[in-house]
């Protein structure tokens, strides 16, 4: 049964974060480019919480200070400077950053605010060596027409980027980050939370996205754009969901959000109804390592046999619920478990709702039970780590069914590859943001804005109509290429290449887009590389059927030229000679064929020619020698 998102109440807004392309970083001069090989310079810090001016912790900043976790650096000279590793102040802000969002705001009719003051955000999970992001308003109440509908623009700004995370020691321990990514200019487009459905959450991406993309002066790419989701229910939560970095998995992720809240607010009305009160639920933990002795699930022996301990608590009146589905392949249980991995560092947890299972016995769970007094109503969660990491761990689970007694916490959560999410960390708070003094306010002069105005990019249907005009495309394609990421490149490539611009418009939407589907990463071909390739079919040195080979061939060699996709695939052209041998090759060994079809011979030839030649020669030039052979 389809699920009337209006009926139930959905409200969605969405935060559009794409990274500029912009000739230095936002806060100095070094080049926004990040680096492949080892690191020439690393650092170790731990970052701390601080008071906002009055006085208040950010809970957010304070939950990942809990987690007790140090932060190795890595940096080249090239790509970072003092400036990334917080030991010299930020140097002015880029204002050729600030002309880009202008032009975006402008575009989506926002209103430009007159001097940009730059706030700091709390970040301490790592991703920013100094503990906060930058961050800057530059426009605000605007709006776009998506299906008729006026979607409010409540402001687009400008901030740096965070750093990369690369991986960690000593399990999870120190974590290591490359600060090359740290301070790349990003523009933050957010609407209003009036977006009332899956689908129509990804048509407003889509055309913030297209806006953004039309300025021609954005990065595109696999970890260029990122979109954050703010969903609520009536009876539910506002829940932020971060980092949906593909368009097509926006109406995904709200789905299971919505499935999830509606799942927890029906889970909260029978527990009401079972009169259960969060009294019941006691810190009461239990030490349960002496059930599991003689234990056969693995987990469990490789934990006694590090010392480790075996805890428990009982959860009162919760049996049955632990395993409850709130959205695809995740349940009550998967929430409590990632409560509990993230307070207290372990890797996951067991409850009697699951089993016997993991070669854990009947006998066994009976016991556990018993040692720690569950009536036949409680379910028991249990979890095997070092003490410290194992109480904190069940703490977890215990504040987070307490929480189940008023349906759905208000959380940001992280997004899964499949669109489902998981618990990142708690709400951030108002104290979370607070002036930066290292950088002066900065000016939006009538000269700048006006410079700005009269430099706007041609509007997508104005462009679409001219498309058909000047290149001779159909609605349909036309429409495909603006819709696009090549919408800008695949002007500049029939101007500089001479390709035919239908054929260069069907290989940039249709065939990328299948490319795509079949796990192709189009992502990793450049814009030059692209370039190139139509030069190379342009003056006859590939074949234009060859394009989506070589495609293929630099989306896995990284850094690597056409020319050389070329001469790896063997895909060099035939000369006009050797093209002439294999054509009376082909006629030599079809006669009797051609003395039956006579005229009609000539298809079936060009079939023979092109199949032998596949990507080495033009099929206009095998045409013109075979009709000049056949007479």
């Known amino acids: 049964m389809e699920t009337d998102y209006v009926k139930i109440g959905l409200k969605v807004g969405l935060e559009i974060h794409q990274q500029l392309a912009t000739s230095a970083k936002l806060f100095c001069g070094c080049p926004p480019e990040l680096f492949k090989e080892e690191a020439e310079i690393t650092f170790l810090r731990r970052l701390r919480p601080t008071q906002s001016e009055l006085g208040q912790v950010d809970p957010a900043a304070y939950f990942e200070f809990q987690k007790g976790i140090k932060v190795r650096y890595e940096a080249n000279r090239k790509t970072s400077c003092l400036v990334e590793m917080d030991e010299e102040p930020p140097h002015p802000l880029n204002m050729e950053a600030v002309e880009i969002v202008l032009t975006a705001a402008l575009m989506m009719n926002a209103k430009p605010i007159d001097e940009v003051h730059v706030m700091r955000k709390t970040v301490i999970d790592g991703s920013n060596t100094t503990g906060f992001q930058?961050?800057?308003?530059?426009?605000?109440?605007?709006?776009?027409?998506?299906?008729?509908?006026?979607?409010?623009?409540?402001?687009?700004?400008?901030?740096?980027?965070?750093?990369?995370?690369?991986?960690?020691?000593?399990?999870?321990?120190?974590?290591?980050y490359r600060i090359d990514r740290l301070g790349i200019p990003l523009v933050e487009v957010a609407t209003g939370p009036v977006i009332n459905s899956p689908t129509e959450a990804e048509e407003v991406a889509l055309a913030i996205?297209?806006?953004?993309?039309?300025?021609?002066?954005?990065?595109?790419?696999?970890?260029?754009?990122?979109?954050?989701?703010?969903?609520?229910?009536?009876?539910?939560?506002?829940?932020?969901?971060?980092?949906?970095?593909?368009l097509e998995l926006i109406s995904k992720v709200v789905d299971y959000e919505v499935q999830r809240q509606l799942n927890l607010v029906k889970i909260r009305g029978e527990l009401t109804e079972k009169k259960m009160k969060a009294e019941s639920l006691s810190d009461n933990f239990s030490d349960v390592t002496d059930v599991f002795r003689q234990t056969k699930c693995k987990?469990?022996?490789?934990?006694?046999?590090?010392?480790?301990?075996?805890?428990?608590?009982?959860?009162?009146?919760?049996?049955?619920?632990?395993?409850?589905?709130?959205?695809?392949?995740?349940?009550l249980g998967t929430e409590f478990a990632d409560r509990a991995k993230f307070w207290g560092r372990v890797g996951g947890v067991f409850h009697t709702d699951e089993l016997p299972a993991y070669n854990i016995t009947v006998e066994e769970v009976e016991s556990l039970?018993?040692?720690?007094?569950?009536?036949?109503?409680?379910?028991?969660?249990?979890?095997?780590?070092?003490?410290?990491?194992?109480?904190?761990?069940?703490?977890?689970?215990?504040?987070?069914?307490?929480?189940?007694?008023?349906?759905?916490?208000?959380?940001?959560?992280?997004?899964?590859?499949?669109?489902?999410?998981r618990y990142m960390r708690p709400r951030p708070g108002a104290a979370r943001m607070y002036p930066e003094t290292d950088i002066p306010p900065s000016l939006i002069t009538g000269a700048f804005l006006e410079k700005v105005r009269s430099n706007l990019p041609?509007?997508?249907?104005?462009?679409?109509?001219?498309?058909?005009?000047?290149?001779?495309?159909?609605?349909k394609l036309a429409?495909?290429?603006?819709?696009?990421?090549?919408?800008?490149?695949?002007?500049?490539?029939?101007?500089?290449s001479g390709v035919s611009a239908t054929m260069a418009a069907a290989f940039l939407t249709e065939t990328v887009k299948a490319l795509k589907r079949d796990g192709i990463e189009v992502e990793k071909v450049s814009d030059n590389q692209m370039r190139e390739i139509f030069r190379f079919v342009g003056s006859g040195k590939l074949a234009k059927e060859a394009i989506a080979d070589v495609f293929i061939w630099l989306s896995k060699h990284e850094d690597k030229s056409v020319r050389e996709a070329i001469g790896d695939l063997g895909l060099e052209m035939f000369s006009k000679e050797e093209l002439e041998t294999l054509v009376d090759r082909a006629i030599a060994a079809n006669q009797q064929s051609i003395n039956k079809l006579g005229k009609n011979a000539f298809g079936m030839l060009m079939g023979v020619v092109m199949k032998e030649a596949r990507g080495k020669a033009d099929p206009n030039l095998v045409g013109k020698l075979l009709k000049k052979r056949l007479g």
């Open 209 to 246: 996205g297209r806006i953004l993309r039309d300025t021609g002066r954005v990065m595109r790419g696999l970890g260029t754009i990122r979109q954050d989701l703010n969903v609520s229910i009536p009876n539910g939560a506002l829940v932020e969901i971060k980092g949906v970095q593909e």
């Open 458 to 475: 041609e509007p997508t249907e104005k462009k679409r109509e001219r498309l058909v005009k000047a290149f001779g495309l159909n609605e």
């Open 479 to 496: 429409k495909q290429v603006v819709e696009s990421d090549y919408s800008l490149l695949f002007e500049v490539i029939v101007k500089e």
């Open 134 to 176: 930058r961050t800057c308003v530059i426009a605000l109440d605007g709006w776009i027409k998506v299906a008729d509908k006026l979607i409010p623009i409540q402001h687009a700004s400008l901030e740096e980027d965070a750093a990369r995370k690369m991986g960690d020691e000593e399990g999870g321990k120190i974590i290591h």
């Open 369 to 421: 039970r018993k040692t720690v007094g569950a009536e036949e109503e409680d379910a028991v969660v249990f979890v095997a780590d070092n003490a410290e990491n194992a109480t904190d761990a069940l703490r977890a689970v215990l504040e987070r069914a307490r929480e189940a007694l008023n349906g759905v916490p208000a959380e940001t959560r992280a997004a899964n590859s499949d669109g489902t999410t």
């Open 299 to 331: 987990v469990l022996v490789k934990a006694l046999e590090k010392n480790q301990k075996i805890m428990a608590v009982k959860l009162s009146g919760f049996k049955g619920f632990l395993k409850r589905e709130l959205m695809l392949g995740y349940r």
